[in-house]
């Protein structure tokens, strides 16, 4: 078995695993899973850029992008109300910086948006339905 193989079936397992857990999830873990996959993606486009694989920067900038607008568009607007809006600001400075241009500062502006979102992650968890 090859190298190349055994990450192939790595991935595949890991798919699997994922697309497990989206199926049997409530809505709030579909929120925490969003959470989850976004903070991995923001750490791979990190260490890529660290590691000046443009290629695989940009695809796992295109990942979290999409994550995250999917987590701003699940935003209720009409019963959140100003965390809704409080949520959206953070969002969309967090997709600023995740779009810094390639070079020095990118790496510093997605770490600065990593942070920021990891504080709603942990917020997020803190008022998990199974802390209650």
């Known amino acids: 078995m090859t ?4 990450i ?8 699997i695993a994922q697309d497990s857990r989206v199926l049997s999830a409530n ?3 579909l929120i925490a899973v969003l959470f989850s996959e976004l903070r991995d993606n ?7 850029a660290k590691r000046n694989d443009s290629g695989k920067t940009f695809e796992f900038r295109a990942k979290a992008l999409t994550i995250l607008n999917g987590l701003d568009e699940s935003l209720n607007f009409e019963d959140a109300g100003d965390l809704a809006q409080t949520l959206h600001t ?3 400075e967090a997709a600023k910086r995740i779009q810094a241009n390639v070079g020095p500062s990118l790496i510093e502006r997605v770490e600065s948006a990593r942070e920021m979102l990891h504080e709603i992650e942990k917020a997020w968890m803190a008022i998990s339905p199974s802390n209650k």
């Open 42 to 48: 923001l750490d791979l486009m990190i260490e890529s």
């Open 90 to 92: 953070i969002y969309t």
């Open 3 to 6: 190298f190349q193989s055994n």
């Open 27 to 29: 809505p709030y873990d």
């Open 8 to 15: 192939r079936r790595t991935s595949s397992y890991q798919s």
